[in-house]
Structure formats: structure tokens, C-alpha cells
């Protein structure tokens, strides 16, 4: 069990640029969920996929953002013509089939967007 | 949505001290997570305690889901346990499985 792995930690970026992240889930977890956290907050939840079908997306993501998961393992979210309210850390986390634990949640160490 | 409250916002504590960290939530929920974010960002799970109560060496955390709080106890705290402590829940209805309602954490600082 290597846990959630997001790349790259860290993106500088100018405003208009398109940037892209990507998470690498718990390999046996078939749930996906991408969050968002700025400074002073709890994450804030953008969208949710089970296996490679994205089942729901949050009112936060404007149509600039996009995520997919093509082959029901690892994610990517595209952020298009960034904008500097988009400065966050972008988590990504997974769960797998409610089992004797529950629904635990696992996070990975989040992405650092900066928008300059 | 549901309301994610947290208190206290802010905690300073020198090692050794115990502590209480409360979350009230408004509606009926199936999941509830206690989180530490280390300063680094990691959210590294503490519980999952939709109800009852567990213990995990130095933390203890106990769920009222009927009244709708929960309690994370920290004893003999120590440095390393500084940080934001987020509590979360997911509702039990209408609402996507997993799809987690963070409260806005308390900052624990623990002085040597």
C-alpha cells in the first residue's frame, strides 16, 4: 500500500496558463475524488469518480477546470486559462467498496498551485 | 449543505498538557473522519467514527451521532502533534458516497 500519490507537489504558474495534476490512488480503491483547500480552510469537495465514470461534479468547478479517469486508475485535472483565484492546494483522495471499515477516506499529500 | 462547526478555532498547549477538540455537525450523517494536516498539507487519517468511541494510543475519539458532535482527546500532547485537526462528515442521504463536508479545523501549537 503505497497511498495516494499526487504530482507534481508544487506548480508555479502564470495567469492564463494551463496546468495539469495528476493522482495516483490506492490500487485496489475503485473511488476517486478530487478536493480543493485554500488558506485558513477545510478542503472544499470538486468532483467524485467510481471506476472511470465521473458520477458528480461540485458548483466549484467552472467550466475551465476538467478531470478525468480514463482507465479507472489514476486521475488528472486540468485547470485551463488559470486565473489567481485558483491559487490552492488541490488534494486528491480515494476509497474503496464500503467494506468492514467504511467509507474511509485517503488523502494524498495535495498539489500547491501558485498563480503569478 | 450540512454545517461543519469546530472549536476551539485555536489551541496552544505546552507538551505534556491534555486537550478536547469538539465538531458539531447539523444533519444525520454515515461517516464521520478525524483528520491531521501536518504542516506539509498531508491529511493523514485519525478516525473513522460515524459512532461510538475508539482510541488510538495517545488520541481517543468519541461520536454522538444522536446528538450530532464528536470529541477527538489528545493526552500528553506532544510537539508532533501540531498542526490543523479537521473533523468530516458525509452525509447519510442525497448526497454522492465519500463526498466529505470538512469543518474549518482547529490549530493545535504545542510548545516543548
Known amino acids: 500500500d503505497t497511498g495516494v500519490s499526487q504530482d507534481p507537489r508544487h506548480k508555479i504558474t502564470k495567469r492564463g496558463q494551463n496546468v495539469t495534476f495528476r493522482c495516483d490512488p490506492i490500487s485496489e480503491h475503485n473511488r476517486l475524488y478530487w478536493y480543493r483547500q485554500t488558506l485558513g480552510q477545510g478542503p472544499e469537495f470538486l468532483t467524485y469518480?467510481?471506476?472511470?465514470?465521473?458520477?458528480?461534479k461540485s458548483r466549484l468547478l467552472s467550466d475551465r477546470f476538467s478531470a478525468e479517469r480514463p482507465k479507472g486508475s489514476f486521475s488528472t485535472l486540468e485547470i485551463q486559462r488559470t486565473e489567481q483565484g485558483d491559487s490552492a492546494m488541490y488534494l486528491c483522495?480515494?476509497?474503496?467498496?464500503?467494506?468492514?471499515?467504511?467509507?474511509?477516506?485517503?488523502f494524498g499529500e495535495g498539489s500547491w498551485l501558485t498563480v503569478v | 449543505g450540512i454545517q461543519v462547526e469546530q472549536s476551539p478555532p485555536d489551541l496552544i498547549l505546552q507538551e505534556g498538557a491534555n486537550s478536547t477538540l469538539r465538531c458539531n455537525f447539523s444533519d444525520s450523517v454515515n461517516n464521520l473522519q478525524w483528520f491531521h494536516q501536518n504542516p506539509w498539507g498531508q491529511l493523514i487519517n485519525l478516525f473513522y467514527i460515524p459512532s461510538g468511541t475508539k482510541q488510538n494510543g495517545r488520541l481517543s475519539a468519541t461520536t454522538v451521532a444522536t446528538e450530532r458532535y464528536s470529541l477527538l482527546y489528545i493526552s500528553s500532547s506532544q510537539t508532533t502533534d501540531s498542526g490543523v485537526y479537521f473533523c468530516?462528515?458525509?452525509?447519510?442521504?442525497?448526497?454522492?458516497?465519500?463526498?466529505?463536508?470538512f469543518g474549518r479545523g482547529t490549530q493545535l501549537t504545542v510548545w516543548p
Open positions: 468530516a462528515v458525509e452525509l447519510d442521504r442525497g448526497s454522492t458516497l465519500g463526498r466529505l463536508y
Open positions: 483522495a480515494s476509497s474503496a467498496h464500503p467494506g468492514h471499515s467504511g467509507n474511509t477516506i485517503y
Open positions: 469518480f467510481q471506476n472511470e465514470a465521473q458520477l458528480e
